[in-house]
């Protein structure tokens, strides 16, 4: 972490810049999405990027991991909104997350030296994915194919961080799941929807444990 609040700040900055940007460029690499969101969620999208890129300056500093954990951020917002007005997951951001974020890690891997770290998070993508694919396979309604396909660069992240991180991250996005799904149901039509959104619980649950986890060990 670095002494003092300037760092965290310019890059919060960026998140609110690259935040509408990345909504631009989705808008038009993928037109079938519906275009660009409408300006109150643009700002709330670009609030969110912006606080947690400030959070995630403050949780890695400048170090050469912190780019990846950045992607994540970024790309993780857009997922969560369009999962959430959509229930639709699209491959080409889930890949441009996945290698992108594996791209950067290796290189932060080659640079520190890291490779039992990218080796982990190697094995981390791999293992949450083919839990979520079991849980695809026997449960369909509750899980589809793009949480599936989502784990795999969210359980690439925490297993780069660490077994528990994995663990946790892994747990509480089915917590997290559950109280947005109860909320949902509680807020609005009974006989809307049985299936909600799982993506913007996996992210926001895997963005937690990689904010808070290591902190908490602290105390």
């Known amino acids: 972490m670095t002494d003092g609040p300037a760092f965290p700040l310019i890059i919060a900055l960026a998140g609110l810049l690259l935040s509408p940007a990345s909504e631009f460029v989705i808008a038009r690499g993928l037109p079938q999405l519906g275009g660009v969101p409408s300006p109150r969620v643009r700002m709330t999208t670009a609030a969110v990027t912006a606080l947690l890129f400030g959070l995630l300056a403050w949780r890695f500093g400048i170090s050469l991991e912190l780019p990846a954990f950045l992607l994540l951020a970024l790309l993780g917002v857009q997922l969560s909104r369009i999962d959430f007005t959509l229930h ?11 290698g992108g974020g ?34 695809g396979l ?11 396909k989502l784990a795999a660069p969210l359980g690439m992240y925490l ?15 089915f917590v997290v799941g559950g109280v947005l799904t109860v909320l949902m149901l509680r807020m609005g039509n009974r006989e809307k929807p049985r299936e909600t959104a799982h993506g913007p619980a996996m992210v926001s649950a895997t963005l937690g444990v990689i904010l808070l986890l290591n902190q908490l060990y602290e105390y």
């Open 88 to 98: 639709l997951l699209p491959n080409a951001l889930i890949v441009l997350l996945l």
């Open 102 to 135: 594996l791209l950067l890690l290796a290189a932060s891997a080659a640079l520190v030296p890291g490779w039992p770290e990218l080796l982990r998070a190697v094995a981390g993508g791999a293992i949450l994915f083919a839990g979520y694919l079991i849980l």
């Open 138 to 148: 026997i449960s369909p309604g509750s899980i589809g194919m793009g949480d599936v």
């Open 159 to 173: 297993g780069y961080l660490g077994w528990q991180q994995l663990f946790y991250g892994a747990l509480l996005g």
